[in-house]
């Protein structure tokens, strides 16, 4: 598993490497399949991931309270005051048209396999996250400009819809990908 916070997961990566390169080594045909079972391994966590996005809406967001805080520069030491605001959650009222953002960010969703001499990873991850938007989708909140006029800006309630299915089904993953390399192993075994 790729990514600066994975879950906790044990699949030693020269042991899957090495497995992988004997069945390369003797049949690239199985091979092709070993890694098509080993990208599909995936597909239970990214159905989940899809479903949370074709779900519900979010509810909106509201600044409900200002407080100004005084902070102070580590470097030069000199004093500044910041605004920060707190958050509430309120009904949409007009929910507004759909650009398709969520089923853009539903459909860049893959799983990723990576085996190599200097790294082996299968991971799943968006393609496009800043064209599709999924970069600050999965976030609690985000502010944008209302149909592009920068003077007016608004808060918008994200969906966090990737890390959690991601951890719960990492497990399963990993078993996938163990039995889809055993499965190659013992293909070769038949054919000799």
Do not use: C
Not at 35 to 61: H, N, T
Request: proline share 4%; aromatic share 6%; no cysteine.
């Amino acid at each position: 598993m790729g990514g600066a916070v994975t879950p906790d997961v044990k699949l030693d990566a020269s042991d899957v490497r090495r497995r992988f390169d004997s069945i390369r080594e003797f049949s690239p045909t199985i091979a092709r399949a070993v890694r098509r079972d080993m990208r599909r391994s995936g597909d239970e966590i990214i159905a989940e991931q899809r479903a949370i996005l074709a779900g519900p809406l979010p509810r909106g967001v509201v600044v409900t309270s200002q407080r100004t805080v005084r902070t102070r520069n580590a470097r030069s030491g000199k004093w500044a005051s910041r605004k920060l605001n707190s958050y509430g959650e309120q009904d949409v009222k007009r929910p507004g048209r759909g650009r398709g953002l969520r089923s853009g960010i539903s459909t860049s969703l893959k799983t990723r396999v990576v085996i190599a001499a200097s790294r082996t990873a299968v991971s799943i991850r968006t393609s496009g996250a800043k064209r599709t938007g999924a970069n600050f989708w999965q976030s609690k909140r985000f502010r944008h400009p209302v149909f592009g006029n920068r003077e007016r800006m608004v808060y918008q309630a994200g969906q966090p819809y990737f890390w959690e299915p991601a951890f719960k089904g990492a497990r399963r993953m990993a078993d996938r990908i163990d039995t889809a390399l055993d499965a190659g192993l013992e293909a070769i075994s038949r054919k000799n």
